[in-house]
């Protein structure tokens, strides 16, 4: 069965200081691994997912097959970056569903 | 590009009544659709893939009576909730998805979300 744990309900950090998300996965296959983010009072929206190994606004993620685990990181926080963060995982090939964790608020203080 | 809209973006109604929710992709045709429903503070839970022109698929426990789903067109895709009740009271959210071998950024298992609609039923 498909399954993402986000461990962490809330995550509190000083603006500048480094930030990371964990998620963990549980899937029989090969999954592709991605991260939405909703801003306060906007539509969930993709952040970045792992086939592409981009960064995006200077969060990136790298997936561990051995420790099945796609943590998102960022090495300085900026308040703009207060959100709720959803970890999400498909099978390959497009066709899957999207299994999602319970998400982590991050919340970036000045 | 890759908007998806919804509408209502609330409603309230009445315990015993029917609702309709449209989901709507904008600039793009989605022969895949998904609507997911999200309790407070809680993730989303996938109800549903709706596949254009072909009976919905649904998730195990959601009634499919209950939630009818209609994808019509490549552009639209309606949820609606019958004879509601106030346990259905939830944030309904839908996703559409590009078609497959999309080119650029979007493609393959991308989604595009709506921005929900919240029901009340009283």
Known sequence: ?110 | GAVVSQHPSWVICKSGTSVKIECRSLDFQATTMFWYRQFPKQSLMLMATSNEGSKATYEQGVEKDKFLINHASLTLSTLTVTSAHPEDSSFYICSARLPLGTSGRAGYNEQFFGPGTRLTVL
Request: hydrophobic fraction near 30%.
């Open chain 1, 1 to 110: 069965a498909q399954r993402v744990t986000q461990p962490e309900k809330l995550l509190s950090v000083f603006k500048g200081a480094p930030v990371e998300l964990k998620c963990n996965y549980s899937y029989s296959g090969s999954p592709e691994l991605f991260w939405y983010v909703q801003y306060s009072r906007q539509r969930l929206q993709l952040l970045l997912r792992h086939i592409s190994r981009e960064s995006i606004k200077g969060f990136t993620a790298d997936l561990n097959k051995g420790e099945t685990s796609f943590h998102l990181k960022k090495p300085f926080a900026q308040e703009e970056d207060s959100a709720m963060y959803y970890c999400a995982l498909s099978g390959k090939g497009g066709s899957e569903k999207l299994v999602f964790g319970k998400g982590t608020k991050l919340t970036v203080n000045p």
